[in-house]
């Protein structure tokens, strides 16, 4: 006797294998999605570290300068003799905001007023620094002695960019040394 169907077929199997994939690629797609996102955040993470050391070199790079120096530039007003007077680098003394914080100076201030360090590589630009006196402090309180030995404090600022010009860090250290 032949087999004969009692119920006809309505096709739920494939409606159910049909969900199951849609499912599973709204998955694969959205893990796909995550995984773009997080290597751009590791690569934005990537470029402040660059950006960071690059600071770091440019740091050390003032520091070493001014350890090279046997007698102190001049400071001026225009940081032409390489150092700054303290507080004229910053256009409004009035603001408790720092100079460096200033929105004016912009990456075309940093590239006309700051020492270029430029043996850096893998960077979008060579990190700068701006050397500031912000004080001498003589040994002795004896008045009229010409050149006393004493202590000169400066401020060093220096700012690297990263792979790309929008990772900027920017580092200070107080470096004093006496003469």
Same mark, same amino acid.
């Given at each position: ?19 199951? $994939? ?61 150092? #700054? ?13 720092? #100079? ?9 201030? #940093? ?5 270029? $360090? ?62």
């Amino acid at each position: 006797m032949p087999y004969q169907l009692t119920h006809s077929q309505r096709g739920a199997a494939l409606i159910m294998t049909l969900l199951f $994939l849609m499912v599973l690629t709204v998955l694969a797609v959205s893990g796909a999605k995550n995984t773009t996102v997080q290597e751009k955040m590791s690569g934005s993470v990537r470029d402040l570290n660059v950006a960071f050391n690059a600071a770091e070199s440019g740091l050390t790079a003032g520091e070493v300068w001014l350890a090279q120096q046997s007698i102190f530039p001049v400071p001026t007003g225009d940081g032409t003799s390489g150092v #700054w007077d303290y507080n004229s680098v910053d256009p409004t003394t009035t603001n408790s905001t720092g #100079w460096w914080a200033e929105p004016s100076r912009d990456t075309s201030w #940093w590239q006309s007023n700051s020492t270029e $360090l430029t043996t850096l590589s893998g960077v979008a630009e060579g990190p700068r620094y701006v050397v500031e006196e912000i004080d001498f402090v003589p040994d002795s309180l004896v008045q009229g002695v010409n050149n006393p030995p004493g202590r000169y404090f400066h401020r060093v600022t220096a700012r690297g960019w990263g792979g790309n010009d929008k990772s900027k860090a920017m580092v200070q250290s107080h470096y004093v040394s006496r003469r």
